[in-house]
């Protein structure tokens, strides 16, 4: 069995389960809330396990995609809604993790508001260039960026995303200052980086990969410790820089004062 299908599978067992206050649970479509826009990623990932679950649920699962704020708008959205099992949230590290580090007025709160469901996916940042910037590895752009500090501008897909994180973590490891420009998704992003309007781009795998396949954009960097496909460059002066930053995607459930739709056993990866 693929790894989306057994996901999906794990996650339509966990509602059902759960869900067995209310016997014929689920009766109508669930809606799963998107943290981003449509295009990215975690909308990619989103819209595979909606499919998959279908079956298994026997009820359709609609996919509404409420970007911005880091993910802070749907989780909003989600912990106000009405907590009956049938409005799910879909996010990533961003909206449930890195916020409360970043701000103390978010308007939910990412443990009493959800509950978890069930992890979906680990991923993995690139940071690629535009061939036209006229660099080929990690160390010809980070002796371009301390020539010219803050000229090459960079696109992320949101401030305090991963994306943004990795460019930080890189910005300090390196020594160097680079111009981030922050999108509220992929789709835009990908547009004007390939289009030349920006130098570089710090994004999740399947978001640079056909960019980068296509000849269009070229990787210098990876987060992971463990792909062998890219080049994963540590600059000499700062060794164990490039470690992972990698972005997960959980489907939590507004629990206040609701039927419970998540069992012990599926809320158990709390820490992932």
Same mark, same amino acid.
């Given at each position: ?91 990533? @590290? ?105 130098? @570089?781009?710090? @994004? ?69």
């Amino acid at each position: 069995m693929r790894r989306s299908s057994f996901i999906a599978a794990a996650l339509a067992a966990a509602l059902a389960a759960g869900g067995a206050a209310a016997q014929d649970y689920p009766n109508r479509p669930i809606r799963l809330v998107v943290a981003f826009a449509a295009g990215g990623t975690t909308d990619f990932v989103a819209r595979q396990l909606a499919e998959r679950a279908k079956a298994s649920l026997g009820q359709s699962i609609v996919v509404e995609n409420k970007p911005g704020a880091n993910g802070a708008i749907g989780a909003e959205y989600v912990a106000k809604s009405e907590p009956d099992g049938y409005t799910l949230f879909f996010s990533t @590290a961003g909206a449930l993790a890195i916020n409360p580090s970043m701000r103390s007025d978010l308007p939910y709160d990412p443990i009493k508001d959800f509950t978890p469901i069930v992890p979906v996916a680990r991923n993995t940042v690139l940071f690629a260039v535009n061939p036209t910037l006229g660099v080929a590895t990690a160390q010809e752009m980070i002796a371009r960026a301390k020539e010219k500090p803050g000229t090459i501008t960079v696109a992320i897909t949101g401030v305090g995303a991963i994306s943004h994180l990795a460019i930080e973590m890189l910005q300090i490891a390196a020594g160097i200052k680079l111009q981030y420009v922050p999108y509220r998704g992929a789709g835009q992003a990908v547009a004007d980086f390939i289009g030349g309007q920006l130098n @570089a781009m710090s @994004a999740e795998v399947p978001v640079l990969m056909p960019q980068i396949k296509a000849g269009k954009a070229t990787i210098l960097a990876v987060s992971a410790q463990n792909r062998s496909d890219v080049p994963r460059p540590r600059p000499r002066s700062s060794p164990g820089s490039t470690r992972p930053s990698t972005p997960w995607c959980a489907t939590p459930r507004c629990a206040a004062g609701s039927p419970r739709t998540a069992s012990p056993r599926s809320a158990a990866p709390r820490k992932t």
